[in-house]
């Protein structure tokens, strides 16, 4: 049977069994958002909750597919399983980040410890802030001990999607640029560790300082964990070692005093609800068409009654 006719609860036992072809395929279907996908979301649901995410953001350039592919290096000498997702929303037919930057993490492809998949998003019904979670509960079930999470810029989506994962890492530059759009963009307030890369060029004191002071006027200063700030130099893995220990650190003491729990408990809160709105968003596509639809709109365009009422009509008549 081919992949794409076999159900998908053969597909998960196979990929569970390490195929990493059935795994491929579960995630494509992941990206659509189907009637599939909700399927797999069912069957991932309770097989999940073992695995750890860390949320990789920043400006493009900062180095983070370098950083990540250092990561992937640091786990698998530990002897650690690491799946990593690399959210790009554009077109998988554009290239781009693809294609292009994340060709060093390449290096571990070959490795049956390592799974690394580019994810685009723009088909799925439900977006980005559906698509990300179920495919990392499906990367969690399968057995990814660790998964990383990275966003191609800083847009906002990208941060709140990177904002999502258990522990997250904001990676800048020596002389990054205005800190004013870093913290419109949010950066300050979903960073759990700060890592300046490419710490071999000139500024890198001038950017911890400049971070130091954000820190010193943000709720973070008075919060029991302070994000640390750690220059790295990714392309010669100089750093790495320290990035890893901060997160292992964070991790237990998030685990420690029940944020964790509260991090993810509020994940499944937003996720419900984005879940009812974007089947509620599908409905209204459905019933805005027909005769009554029809009729209503000519009224709004003749002025004869107004948006408000012919909506409030319209959802009478299909029971909403």
């Known amino acids: 049977m081919s992949r794409r006719n076999q159900p998908v609860g053969e597909l998960l036992d196979a990929a569970r069994d390490g195929d990493r072809g059935a795994l491929a395929r579960l995630l494509s279907l992941v990206e659509r958002g189907t009637d599939e996908a909700r ?16 949320g990789l953001t920043g400006a493009p350039g900062a180095g983070k597919s370098t ?12 002897g650690e399983k690491v799946a990593v997702l690399a959210i790009d929303p554009s077109s998988p037919f554009t290239g781009g980040a693809i294609l292009g930057d994340r060709v060093r993490m390449q290096d571990h492809a070959t490795d ?32 990814g001990g660790w998964i990383l999470v990275e966003t191609v810029g800083v847009g906002q989506v990208e941060v709140e999607i990177a904002g999502k994962a258990d522990t997250t890492v904001v990676v800048v530059n020596p002389g990054w640029g205005d800190s004013v759009q870093a913290n419109k963009a949010g950066l300050m307030e979903i960073a759990d560790i700060f890592v300046i890369n490419k710490a071999d060029r000139k500024g890198v004191e001038d ?41 292992r650190r964070h991790r237990a003491f998030i685990e420690g005093n029940g944020e964790l729990a509260r991090r ?19 409905r209204a596509r459905q019933i805005t068409t027909g005769e009554k639809w029809d009729e209503l709109q000519s009224g709004v365009i003749a002025r004869t009654t107004d948006p408000w009422s012919a909506a409030d009509e319209m959802l009478r008549v299909v029971g909403a």
């Open 112 to 143: 049956p410890g390592v799974f690394i998949r580019s994810m685009a998003t723009r088909g799925h019904l439900g977006g980005l802030s559906l698509a990300t979670p179920e495919a990392v509960r499906l990367l969690d079930a399968v057995g």
């Open 39 to 54: 399927a797999i979301g069912r069957l991932t649901y309770p097989l999940s909750g073992k695995g750890y995410t860390v």
């Open 264 to 282: 993810r408990e509020f994940r499944l809160r937003d996720e419900l609800r984005e879940i009812v709105a974007r089947r509620l968003e599908q």
């Open 207 to 247: 950017t911890r300082r400049d971070l130091e002071g954000m820190l010193e006027l943000s709720d973070l200063a008075h919060d029991a964990w302070r994000p640390p700030i750690i220059p790295v130099v990714a392309i010669d893995k100089k750093g790495i070692d320290v990035v890893w220990s901060e997160v």
């Open 67 to 78: 950083l990540t592919s250092a990561m992937i290096g640091n786990l698998r000498k530990e």
